[in-house]
């Protein structure tokens, strides 16, 4: 009998024993099952509970001018979104929202009835607005920290420096060509929170500490104000279309002012015509026009073919080539090389382009730049057209020495100066000299880079001084003349072509390229008036405003006076004469 | 048992005090980074003040001030 309940004892013991050790054998199954193969989700799933994921983006890096003084900016603004799920009574909250930021009702009701889960209502909002917002209350709405790009310079050399969108990328000028080190990087980071979501102990929340590089320009915000000026009074006096100007320090390339007419302000850049925004003197070619002839006159020199005094039949003002005949303005028997220039003679060109020959002259061409990139840094930099001299007739090497039958940029015309200015030698010209990061420490320079020599420095020495008979009496361009510095210039006056194809009668590009001091350029300057109404010649639209770039800017460079006035002497004596 | 009490309510208060040291922490870097705003702000009125169309129209219409003519400078030996 003992024994009987002794072994169900044992039974009930090996029972009990197998179900605890069966649970055992579970927990311990279930433990290794959520260790080792569910670990890390457990792990991140209790992460999420105390911790949040955070996207910051840096700020844009900001455009300096050769000061330091800023030109693009950066600022922190808020974008106002909403999760519509949350809303609960989106009619009355649309109706809000439409009233607090100026927008359309039907609009912000669409955004609010979207099944998309978040929904920007209004980007980069002003403070004003924000207030607004904030005072409503309303649920499901939300302010997203946001940046804005800001040119506190408004209009000043904006189609150089271009946009940046809303989405803090470069879209035009030097913002779109320099997007790789202006762009502020984007950080991915977790922070704690705590019950109430609010970010707890972040090392990672201040963005200031995240952006992109700076960019110091050549451009100096004083010369790029005169010339603007200089520009726009120029334009408004000949009633004219359009018109650039472009300011160089020959020596180096470093482009100091690049004006564009009309402005446009790029803190509201959809408010201007897209054609307004583009760096024409960089992107757009024109046919010059007589500013071409220094450099015909300089592949002559170069050439040994003739000299400064060498002589030529202007033809009394008619020449004829097959079946086309060029004019000059005013008619002449025979003019030097110099006094070619001085008149500004087409026929006298043409002369000198026969002598020399079609491949001279478009072998110096093509040092001096045209028909090539100049490689500034710069987007959309056009090359121009010079078709190879195998491919020209008669009249078309003719048409090139003064200035038709090709095109150019501004800018090459500009540094192609710059080269006789600079002794001949050719610069490459930039606008950017630096990169620094956020802290102001240099990242990168960029220096003045010699690309070639193109003419001797003697035939640069008498190019110059043939260019300063252009001022003198009797010459194209005494509208450029200073009192207080000589000036070494060309006018050009180009007509254009018609949608037909052929020369309009009454459409002109009027332009004036020069450099100052003579003896030692500072300075070249190119002004190019598009369609002027009032006068039509460069010497008339164009050379005024040339001479006030010059006499501001050199003033405002101290660069001292060259020609020669009486000078206030100190001397030590006993007697004062007065 | 003193000890291990004295070490308990010694954790905790360890405890409390990194929390609020934590908050003070997100405390101050939002005031570092309104201030660093405030101060972009203020760089962007300088840039607006000093801005050479502003500078230009007080010297000329409040100053009376022109680019000097070239008799008026005189370049001393």
Not at chain 1, 366 to 384: H, K, L, N, S
Not at chain 1, 443 to 450: D, R
Not at chain 1, 471 to 488: F, N, Q, R, S
């Amino acid at each position: 009998m003992k024994t009987r309940f002794n072994q169900k004892i044992k039974l009930r013991m090996l029972l009990v024993g197998l179900a605890f050790f069966l649970v055992m054998a579970g927990i311990g199954a279930k433990a290794v099952y959520l260790q080792v193969f569910c670990g890390q989700w457990l792990s991140q799933k209790a992460a999420d509970q105390y911790e949040k994921s955070q996207v910051t983006f840096g700020k844009r890096g900001t455009i300096y001018d050769t000061h330091q003084q800023p030109m693009a900016v950066t600022i922190e603004t808020a974008s106002v979104a909403a999760y519509p799920a949350r809303i609960k009574n989106a009619k009355a909250t649309a109706k809000a929202l439409a009233a607090a930021l100026k927008l359309k009702h039907r609009s912000v009701a669409r955004k609010l009835s979207s099944t998309k889960s978040f929904v920007w209502i209004k980007r980069q909002v002003t403070p004003k607005e924000v207030a607004a917002v904030s005072r409503l209350e309303l649920e499901g709405i939300d302010f997203i920290p946001a940046h804005s790009r800001y040119y506190p310079q408004k209009t000043m050399a904006a189609q150089l420096i271009g946009f940046a969108g809303i989405d803090g990328r470069g879209l035009e000028g030097l913002e779109f060509y320099y997007d790789q080190e202006l762009v502020g990087p984007i950080r991915h980071s977790k922070v704690l929170k705590d019950a109430f979501g609010r970010g707890f102990a972040s090392s990672h929340t201040a963005a200031p500490h995240l952006a992109g590089h700076n960019l110091i320009l050549t451009v100096d915000l004083t010369i790029q104000y005169i010339t603007e000026k200089a520009l726009e009074e120029a334009i408004k006096t000949s009633q004219a279309r359009s018109g650039m100007a472009v300011v160089m320090n020959p020596a180096t390339g470093a482009v100091l002012a690049l004006a564009h007419y009309p402005f446009f302000n790029p803190n509201n850049f959809t408010a201007h015509q897209r054609a307004d925004w583009r760096n024409r003197a960089v992107t757009d070619p024109f046919e010059p026009g007589s500013t071409m002839k220094i450099f015909s006159m300089a592949a002559a020199l170069e050439s040994g073919k003739a000299t400064a005094n060498t002589i030529f039949f202007c033809e009394n003002g008619r020449y004829t080539i097959g079946r086309n005949t060029i004019h000059d303005t005013s008619p002449r028997g025979w003019l030097s090389l110099q006094q070619i220039i001085k008149y500004s003679s087409n026929i006298g060109a043409v002369k000198v382009s026969e002598l020399i020959g079609p491949e001279v002259l478009f072998n110096t061409l093509g040092y001096f730049g045209f028909g090539r990139e100049t490689q500034i840094d710069c987007p959309g930099e056009t090359v121009g057209s010079l078709a190879p001299f195998k491919h020209w007739s008669k009249i078309d090497a003719g048409a090139i020495a003064f200035g038709q039958g090709l095109s150019a940029s501004a800018l090459q015309l500009a540094t192609g100066a710059s080269a006789i200015a600079n002794d001949g030698i050719l610069m490459r010209p930039f606008v950017v000299r630096a990169i620094t990061d956020r802290n102001g420490r240099i990242v990168k320079t960029f220096k003045s880079q010699q690309r070639q020599r193109v003419i001797t420095p003697e035939t640069a020495h008498t190019l110059r001084r043939i260019m300063m008979t252009v001022i003198t009496d009797g010459g194209t361009g005494t509208e450029a003349a200073l009192e207080e510095y000589t000036v070494c210039g060309k006018t050009g006056t180009a007509q254009k072509i018609n949608q037909q194809g052929t020369y309009a009668e009454d459409k002109y590009i009027a332009s004036f390229i020069g450099f100052a001091p003579a003896e030692r350029p500072e300075l070249t300057i190119l002004v190019v008036i598009d369609e002027p109404a009032q006068g039509h010649y460069g010497g008339i639209v164009a050379a005024p405003a040339f001479r006030k770039i010059a006499r501001e800017t050199l003033n405002y460079l101290k660069v001292p006076p060259t020609v020669k006035r009486d000078r206030l002497t100190a001397s030590h004596g006993d007697e004062v004469l007065g | 048992m003193f000890f291990f009490i004295v070490e308990l309510l010694f954790y905790t208060w360890c405890r409390v005090q990194n929390v609020r040291i934590g908050y003070e922490i997100t405390q101050a870097l939002a005031q570092h980074q309104q201030l660093v705003t405030m101060h972009n702000n203020l760089k962007i009125e300088t840039a607006r003040l000093k801005s050479p169309e502003r500078i230009s129209k007080i010297a000329r219409e409040q100053l009376g001030l022109t680019t000097p003519s070239p008799g008026q400078v005189i370049v001393l030996p």
